[in-house]
């Protein structure tokens, strides 16, 4: 069975075989005319079988090649022997044909390369680099855990023990992750999990420190 | 021809098998097995990474493959432990009974006793199913991401993100530390989180919201309810009716088609558009709500309220805060202290108290909508002004107890009684009976500025 390409170029070469010796003014043009129609048939059919795939490169490189073959023939007199013109129109079939075939793999291509990345896991370096930010991070809750604590006006706060509750809700969360890094210590997915919540820890204990200074609930001030 | 002969080449999809690759520090082993065509269900369990799930491709196998990264340990000590690791995939009987219509997918791991101390792995599994199995996924320790499905979707995971789009069913999601996403669902939503933000975008059906601590942001749902601490909460589409319990939250509802309901304090709360009945219970906050088509109740303790444009009846009750109401078609019920209490153009009947504040009330059109109207005031210490259009119609009975009653108007009758000194008037022909009294406090009344 023809691809769509040997049909494409079986088409071209026809019509490219049937021109008179000294083809009148304009017919090379409206071949011209015909291919890029049968270009922007492949394209249409590539695009469909390329499937939804969010192929932003490939999409811009099919618009410009459907641009470039839908352009207008310059206004230049071709020379008019018929091997150029065979030139012509069989570059053109070559790079409708590059198009179509681009357009088919180049999704399967792309997607298998995205998939294919390894799941990740952290260099020594980057461990190290992630280690240290935690261990500051928890220097930091530590110091500010014991500021909150330190402050008796807080425990009537209700703004400042909500706080407090939802600190002890990441307490939970944070062992429970440090409990499955004991399992893949460079696990980067987990890593960085530890930090946002370590991070959100020392975010909440200093908006309970903030309520502690200024001496009462957050009265009306917009959260999130 | 050479470069297409070579993309062809590398089109071509990798075998069903496994395989191990060293690269320069660790080292990875990719496990594919073809998965059962004409399944209804997959129960998949995976652990220690991401699960991506999509829609196979036309004309190519259904299939799994999991990838995993190993480091941390010499190469065979790498390679014993990839080795281990596999993809298990079983036929197992539906709920109902019938018999290999469910596909168990689950990634194997040595048990944990079994792994070098040193040694550290993770694992990505993907799937790519048709569009018409619906799917049971148990995932931890990574994002999950399934896109395009045509029936049911249920994920519960760990210390990940996930997201859903595109699944023409029921989604029900249960992600702990982990962000939620779902956008394009046919169907409803439950979505329950531990300290997990959630995005629900477009979906047909309802959407049930518990999480704690995360903002969640709903846009485009048939019906909504929301349970969160701390964090935002923002409606905005929604045709049904939504509820939203969310102390210690700012919550923002916009063009609500049925009714709300909101039991929130401690932040603010920004109200527009509710086709059918809104209720609030609040407390120590700003709430500004307006364009409600039903009735209004908001009840705040230390709220500062602008209520505007209710199409029904509105009561509206806060405790020493400023409270302005404006524009209520019906019955309005307001009470405050020991700040102003403002009402503005009341179509309808009127109740307000205020004690130890101001009490404002100003009409442009006296009675609106033409009909006989009772408004009852009562003031304590912070005095009672009324500001009257020139058209207006109505009877002015004013009493003052140890105030004074000051009118800007022509012909008001006095009456001095031991402290208390009343005032009677009655303009174009008293359709709206008007009793003031107010204890402590002057009333001044006087015409409404020419507009």
Redesign the interface.
């Known amino acids: 069975m023809n691809s769509p390409d040997d049909a494409f170029a079986a088409r071209i070469d026809e019509a490219a075989c049937s021109l008179p010796r000294r083809a009148p003014d304009g017919m090379i043009e409206r071949i011209r005319e015909r291919a890029a129609d049968l270009g922007s048939s492949i394209e249409t059919a590539a695009r469909a079988l390329a499937?939804p795939a969010p192929l932003d490169a490939l999409d811009l490189r099919i618009a410009a090649a459907a641009r470039e073959l839908k352009r207008p023939a310059p206004r230049v007199r071709l020379p008019r022997t018929q091997g150029v013109r065979r030139i012509v129109l069989r570059s053109a079939v070559a790079l409708a044909?590059?198009i179509a075939?681009?357009a088919l793999?180049?999704p399967?291509?792309l997607r298998d390369e995205a998939?294919?990345a390894?799941?990740?896991?952290?260099?020594?370096a980057a461990l190290a680099r992630s280690l240290s930010d935690e261990a500051l991070l928890d220097r930091e809750a530590k110091l500010l855990q014991a500021s909150v604590s330190g402050d008796a006006e807080l425990v009537a706060d209700?703004?400042a023990q909500?706080?407090l509750e939802?600190v002890a809700?990441?307490d939970e969360?944070i062992d429970?992750?440090r409990r499955?890094l004991e399992?893949?210590?460079?696990?980067?997915?987990?890593r960085e999990?530890l930090l946002e919540?370590t991070g959100?820890r020392v975010e909440?204990l200093r908006e309970a420190q903030a309520v502690g200074r200024s001496g009462g609930?957050?009265?009306?001030?917009?959260?999130? | 021809m050479t470069l297409l002969a070579a993309l062809l080449v590398a089109a071509v999809g990798p075998a069903d098998g496994a395989a191990l690759v060293a690269r320069s520090a660790d080292m990875q082993r990719r496990v594919e097995r073809e998965l059962p065509a004409d399944v209804l269900r997959a129960v998949v369990v995976h652990a220690f990474g991401e699960c991506q799930v999509v829609v196979v491709a036309e004309g190519e196998r259904p299939r799994a493959r999991l990838d995993v990264s190993a480091s941390g340990a010499d190469e065979p000590l790498l390679r014993r432990f990839l080795e281990r690791i596999d993809l298990s995939v079983a036929r197992e009987a539906a709920a109902d009974g019938s018999e290999g219509k469910v596909a168990a997918i689950r990634s194997l791991f040595p048990p944990k006793d079994e792994k070098p101390a040193e040694l550290s792995f993770a694992a990505s599994l993907t799937l790519w199913l048709p569009e018409a199995v619906a799917l049971e996924l148990t995932c931890s320790y990574g994002r999950v991401h399934v896109e395009g499905r045509g029936a049911d979707v249920k994920v519960v995971n760990q210390f990940g993100a996930v997201e859903l789009q595109r699944v023409r069913g029921d989604v029900e999601v249960d992600d702990q530390y982990g962000a939620i996403s779902v956008a394009d669902v046919s169907g409803g939503a439950l979505l329950k989180g531990k300290s997990s933000a959630v995005t629900a975008l477009r979906v047909g059906g309802h959407v049930e919201v518990r999480t704690n601590g995360a903002p969640v942001r709903i846009e485009g749902a048939g019906s909504v309810r929301v349970e969160n601490h701390l964090k935002s909460v923002e409606l905005h589409d929604v045709a049904g009716d939504a509820a939203i319990v969310a102390p210690f939250c700012a919550v923002t509802a916009r063009w609500i088609g049925g009714s709300l309901t909101i039991e929130s304090g401690n932040a603010s709360i920004v109200v527009e558009e509710v086709g059918q009945r809104l209720s609030i219970q609040h407390k120590n906050g700003k709430i500004d709500a307006r364009g409600v088509k039903g009735d209004a109740i908001v009840l705040g303790n230390l709220s500062d309220v602008a209520l505007a444009d209710v199409g029904g009846s509105a009561e509206v009750r806060s405790a020493a805060a400023p409270v302005k109401v404006s524009g209520v078609g019906g019955r309005l019920i307001a009470e405050n202290s020991a700040r102003t209490l403002e009402i503005v153009n009341a179509r309808g009947d009127v109740e307000a108290s205020a004690r130890g504040g101001l009490l404002r009330m100003k009409w442009t059109r006296l009675p609106a909508d033409g009909a006989e109207h009772a408004v009852t005031l009562e003031g304590e210490a912070g005095g009672i002004e009324l500001e009257l259009p020139d058209a207006a119609s109505v009877a002015l009975d004013l009493t003052s107890s140890g105030g004074s009653i000051d009118c800007a108007l022509p012909g008001m009758n006095f009456e001095q009684n031991g402290a208390a000194r009343s005032g009677t008037l009655a303009l174009g022909g008293g359709k709206v009976k008007l009793h003031a009294t107010c204890v402590g406090g002057a009333i001044r009344v006087r015409r409404a500025a020419a507009r």
């Open positions: 499937g044909a590059s075939a681009a793999i180049l399967r291509l998939d294919d390894p799941p990740a896991l952290l260099t020594s209700e703004t909500s706080l939802e809700f990441l969360a429970e992750c499955a399992l893949s210590q460079a696990h980067a997915h987990l999990q919540l959100r909440l609930g957050a009265g009306g001030e917009a959260r999130g």
